[in-house]
């Protein structure tokens, strides 16, 4: 079966502080991962996407993440967080009929 | 830059009415989705249409619930006989056929209340 488990539920950090949260995958086949951001009031939105090739890819808004295949972890990073970031983080898995979200980890920024 | 689009945005109902809902994916997608999100969960998937026909749908779509894209463009969710566990937020997202990644475009959803 298809899952994605994500490490934390609630994470606060302060401003300039560094980011990493983790995800774990179950899947068989060809593997699609994903992090979706939903920022306050706003519709989700793709950060970044891996499915061959380059196993550290880069997102928008400075955010990196590693496919790491013996480890079955997809971790989302950043080095400097800002206020701006504070959000919801979703890591997904997908096939082209449905994708597969953990269930979230909502990120505090702090000043 | 139109993105994919739902309406309404909210709807309160009574328990045991009917609500429909409409999505409007991006012209050029020919893949929609619908999905439900719950208080403190991340989205559940519901359903899968390419072009017009339904392809996939999960087990959380009861019989009391019905997707439909007749034209292969917008769809509509109709959920009959609504029941307070059916309060969430219904998402819609639309993605183009081919290529990697089957990335996912969502629109704003609708939030439904049902008292």
């Known amino acids: 079966a298809q899952s994605v488990s994500q490490h934390n539920h609630h994470v606060i950090l302060s401003e300039a502080a560094s980011l990493e949260l983790g995800c774990n995958y179950s899947?068989?086949?060809?593997?699609?991962l994903f992090w979706y951001v939903q920022y306050p009031g706003q519709h989700l939105q793709l950060l970044l996407k891996?499915?061959?090739?380059?196993?550290l890819v880069k997102g928008i808004k400075g955010f990196e993440a590693e496919f790491i295949k013996s480890k079955f972890s997809f971790n989302l990073r950043k080095p400097s967080v800002q206020w701006s970031d504070t959000a919801e983080y979703f890591c997904?898995?997908?096939?082209?009929?449905?994708?597969?979200f953990g269930t979230g980890t909502r990120l505090q920024v702090t000043l | 830059d139109t993105g994919v689009s739902q309406d309404p945005r909210h709807k309160i109902t009574k328990r045991g009415q009917n609500v429909t809902f409409r999505c409007d994916p991006i012209?050029?997608?020919?893949?929609l989705y619908w999905y439900r999100q719950t208080l403190g969960q991340g989205p559940e998937f519901l359903t899968y249409?390419?072009?017009?026909?339904?392809?996939?749908k999960s087990r959380l779509l009861s019989d009391r619930f019905s997707a439909e894209r007749p034209k292969g463009s917008f769809s509509t969710l109709e959920i009959q006989r609504t029941e307070q566990g059916d309060s969430a937020m219904y998402l819609c997202?639309?993605?183009?056929?081919?290529?990697?990644?089957?990335?996912?475009?969502f629109g704003p959803g609708t939030r439904l209340t049902v008292t």
């Open positions: 899947y068989g086949g060809t593997v699609n």
């Open positions: 012209s050029e997608h020919n893949r």
């Open positions: 997202a639309s993605s183009p056929s081919g290529g990697g990644g089957y990335e996912q475009y």
């Open positions: 891996y499915f061959s090739g380059d196993p």
């Open positions: 997904v898995g997908g096939t082209a009929s449905k994708l597969t």
């Open positions: 249409f390419q072009n017009e026909a339904q392809l996939e």
